[in-house]
């Protein structure tokens, strides 16, 4: 099994036209796919080659209320924040000079060490943090687990433990079928 990135994360919006507006006219994401009616719309803004946010446009949904990236909620609780990448410092500041410009609020750079981030948010109100890796820095090759109060999963390091059971009950052959879902009949389902 081998895991491609994020293929896309899905947020909700009441105005699917700010939102067009935001992700794809001020940020410079291509709008590559959209499907619905009347309803309910989902639309999908291209980040790389293979990874996308998208949006379900809802009647009724409203903006998220204020909540600082990183701020710690009670109760019932999904999302904090979304990271987008990008390729360096010069490009943070492009992209800080953009969101000022077009009304938005940015904060500054933070350095987290193995990052730089500057955070704003999306017209839904949806925490967004800007982020570039710090050259010379890569978590990928050398790991750092600077938590001290570790509980015993991350206790047993970075790399995967033969913790969960094996499947034990694949599905058969005649099982293996796909069924259509949203956009099927628009971009071909494949046989």
Same mark, same amino acid.
Request: hydrophobic share 40%.
């Given at each position: 099994m081998k895991f491609s990135g994020i293929n896309h994360v899905a947020f909700a919006t009441g105005d699917m036209d700010s939102t067009v507006r935001y992700w794809r006219d001020l940020l410079? !994401?291509?709008?590559?796919?959209?499907?619905?009616?009347?309803?309910?719309?989902?639309?999908?803004?291209?980040?790389?080659?293979?990874?996308?946010?998208?949006?379900?446009?809802?009647?009724?949904? %409203?903006?998220?209320?204020?909540?600082?990236?990183? =701020?710690?909620?009670?109760?019932?609780?999904?999302? /904090?924040?979304? %990271?987008?990448? !990008?390729?360096? /410092?010069? =490009?943070?500041?492009? !992209?800080? /000079?953009?969101?000022? %410009?077009?009304?938005? %609020?940015?904060s500054n750079m933070m350095d987290h060490g193995f990052i730089h981030s500057i955070y704003t948010y999306d017209p839904n109100g949806i925490p967004l943090e800007f982020s570039a890796f710090v050259p010379g820095t890569d978590i990928v090759k050398n790991p750092v687990l600077a938590d001290s109060a570790r509980g015993e999963a991350a206790l047993q390091g970075t790399e995967p433990v033969n913790f969960w059971p094996p499947p034990d009950s694949p599905f058969s052959d005649d099982e293996k079928i796909i069924l259509p879902g949203d956009g099927s009949d628009i971009f071909g389902l494949k046989k």
């Amino acid at each position: 099994m081998k895991f491609s990135g994020i293929n896309h994360v899905a947020f909700a919006t009441g105005d699917m036209d700010s939102t067009v507006r935001y992700w794809r006219d001020l940020l410079g !994401m291509r709008l590559v796919a959209g499907h619905g009616d009347n309803s309910r719309r989902q639309y999908f803004f291209q980040i790389s080659n293979t990874e996308f946010v998208s949006f379900f446009e809802w009647p009724g949904v %409203s903006r998220v209320p204020f909540k600082r990236h990183g =701020d710690p909620v009670k109760g019932p609780f999904v999302f /904090d924040h979304l %990271s987008i990448g !990008m390729a360096s /410092d010069e =490009d943070l500041w492009h !992209m800080a /000079d953009r969101l000022i %410009s077009a009304g938005f %609020s940015c904060s500054n750079m933070m350095d987290h060490g193995f990052i730089h981030s500057i955070y704003t948010y999306d017209p839904n109100g949806i925490p967004l943090e800007f982020s570039a890796f710090v050259p010379g820095t890569d978590i990928v090759k050398n790991p750092v687990l600077a938590d001290s109060a570790r509980g015993e999963a991350a206790l047993q390091g970075t790399e995967p433990v033969n913790f969960w059971p094996p499947p034990d009950s694949p599905f058969s052959d005649d099982e293996k079928i796909i069924l259509p879902g949203d956009g099927s009949d628009i971009f071909g389902l494949k046989k």
